[in-house]
Structures are given as structure tokens and as C-alpha cells.
């Protein structure tokens, strides 16, 4: 079993950049393809970003595709977000996603979920 813990989340300005950070607990996180998910008010929760149990393979949805950057690192069980280039609609809550299959890049294909932490971004 996997625990996740969100943090980074603040309230910024346009074109701020920020990274949010997930700690895992457990000696498996290496096991786990990892992702990024977010949910605006009022709209469902979208996928953001995912990455490989290695870190070498990553994928991005459209939307942050250039000024997100996922990383991991695998010794300190901790999954990142580089969010660079900020607008006001990145503006959610942002939540760290783990599952044992790659290539499932939707909510219902999650193993374990954080409990999110909100980024707020204003124009």
C-alpha cells in the first residue's frame, strides 16, 4: 500500500512559476507509475502529467504540455511538478496518483490517491 501527501500549493500571479511535491510513504513508490491530476471548481478531474516507475518515460496532457515538467526521485519517495509560465486556468486542486499499470492516464485507473493541495493563480 502506498500513502500519498501533496504540498506546494499556494496562491500566485500569472506567469509565476511553482513546483508542488508528493511524498510517498512505503518502499514501493519505485514500483508505482506516478501522475498528476487536477480539478478545477466545478469541472471533473483531468490528468495532468504522468511518469514511468524509472522516470524515463513521461507523458503530458495537452494543456501543460511545455511548461509542466513531472520528475521523480525514486531514493526520496517523492514525486514533483515543475509549473512554470502559470495561467489562471492551471487555477485547482492538485492531487498525486499512483497505479501499478503505465498507460492508464484516467481517474479510474488509479491504485492510490493524495488528498490534494490547491495551486491558485490570478491574473
Known amino acids: 500500500q502506498v500513502q500519498l501527501g501533496e504540498s506546494g500549493g499556494v496562491f500566485l500571479q500569472s506567469f509565476f512559476s511553482l513546483i508542488l511535491s508528493c511524498a510517498a510513504s512505503?518502499?514501493?513508490?519505485?514500483?508505482?507509475?506516478m501522475h498528476w491530476f487536477r480539478q478545477a471548481p466545478g469541472k471533473e478531474r483531468e490528468f495532468v502529467a504522468a511518469i514511468i516507475w524509472s522516470g524515463g518515460s513521461t507523458y503530458y496532457a495537452d494543456s501543460v504540455k511545455g511548461r509542466f515538467t513531472i520528475s521523480r526521485d525514486n531514493a526520496k519517495n517523492t514525486l514533483y511538478l515543475q509549473m512554470n509560465s502559470l495561467k489562471p486556468e492551471d487555477t485547482a486542486v492538485y492531487y498525486c496518483?499512483?497505479?501499478?499499470?503505465?498507460?492508464?492516464?484516467?481517474?479510474?485507473?488509479?491504485?492510490?490517491w493524495g488528498k490534494g493541495t490547491l495551486v491558485t493563480v490570478s491574473s
Open positions: 496518483a499512483a497505479a501499478l499499470q503505465w498507460g492508464s492516464f484516467t481517474s479510474g485507473g488509479m491504485d492510490y
Open positions: 512505503g518502499r514501493t513508490f519505485s514500483r508505482y507509475a
